[in-house]
């Protein structure tokens, strides 16, 4: 059986103090461990941002590549060994902005990897502009004035192109993170979750999402895709958000 301390290696990740990229990371080693992958059969591939340096502190096999361009290398590993777990990690800049025509194909192309995109809604690690997931008017150094663009919905994009697996979780909310990230970890397709984190330094406040967040109950049909599209885009409307499966298709 492995330990959380298998996956623990000795350097030490300089994140900003309390960043949601420590909730990030020790899920990924909770999910692995209770899913009891071998660390030789993983591979986490990531781009460039805050987020992307995450398998630098994971001891398992990693790949840090281009800005936006994970999933191509995140799919030509599985598809080249398939017997591997393959995670691909993303930002909202780098899977939705520079990586976005990627992310299109990748959920047309169901390659059987596991996509975990921190959405903080700012270009972190370039110190604050705003990004794909920043609200319409969102002042920042890059727009003085507020954002002029309509923000991408990551989820609703997803079902658009086709995934079969779309879920969305919180970096504040560790059991929740843990059980979806070990769900799209064994589904066998291209499974992909919206991790929505606050950027403490150039973002969000700390618990901006805390009252805003609700898990999806039984009650609730991810396999209904017209269903699933309503809840994807209704945190427009309503700013709270469903944490889940909001889409899974049978
Ligand atoms: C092709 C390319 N364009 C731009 C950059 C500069 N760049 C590096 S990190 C970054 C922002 C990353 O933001 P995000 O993906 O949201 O990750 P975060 O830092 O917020 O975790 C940018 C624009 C780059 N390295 N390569
Ligand atoms: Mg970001």
Not at 4 to 18: G, M, V
Not at 117 to 132: A, D, E, K, M, R
Not at 146 to 153: L, W
Not at 228 to 236: N, Q
Request: charge should be neutral.
């Amino acid at each position: 059986m492995l330990t959380l301390k298998d996956f623990q290696r000795e350097e030490q990740p300089n994140w900003c103090p309390t960043c949601g990229n420590f909730g990030i990371i020790l899920s990924v080693k909770k999910a692995l461990m209770e899913l009891n992958v071998p660390q030789e059969e993983t591979v986490l591939v990531s781009g460039v941002g805050c987020f992307a340096k995450l398998p630098y502190w994971i001891k398992a096999y990693g790949f840090v590549g281009l800005h936006g361009r994970s999933l191509p290398v995140a799919q030509g590993v599985k598809l080249a060994n398939s017997k591997l777990k393959v995670i691909a990690f993303g930002g909202d800049g780098d899977g939705y902005g520079e990586g976005g025509n990627h992310f299109i194909h990748a959920c047309r192309r169901n390659v059987n990897i596991a996509y975990f995109v921190h959405n903080n809604g700012v270009f972190g690690l370039t110190t604050g502009q705003y990004s794909p997931t920043s609200k319409k008017g969102t002042k920042s150094k890059s727009s003085p004035s507020g954002s002029e663009e309509m923000p991408v919905n990551p989820l609703a994009l997803a079902i658009a192109s086709g995934a079969k697996f779309v879920a969305r979780a919180y970096s504040g909310d560790p059991k929740g993170l843990v059980e979806i990230m070990k769900k799209a970890i064994e589904y066998e397709g291209f499974a992909f979750v919206d991790i929505m984190q606050s950027c403490i330094t150039f973002g969000k406040e700390h618990d901006y999402f805390k009252d805003k967040i609700y898990h999806l109950d039984d009650s609730y049909d991810a396999s209904d895709k017209v269903k699933a599209m309503g809840k994807a885009l209704d945190y427009e409307e309503t700013e709270r958000f469903a944490l889940g499966i909001i889409y899974q298709e049978l």
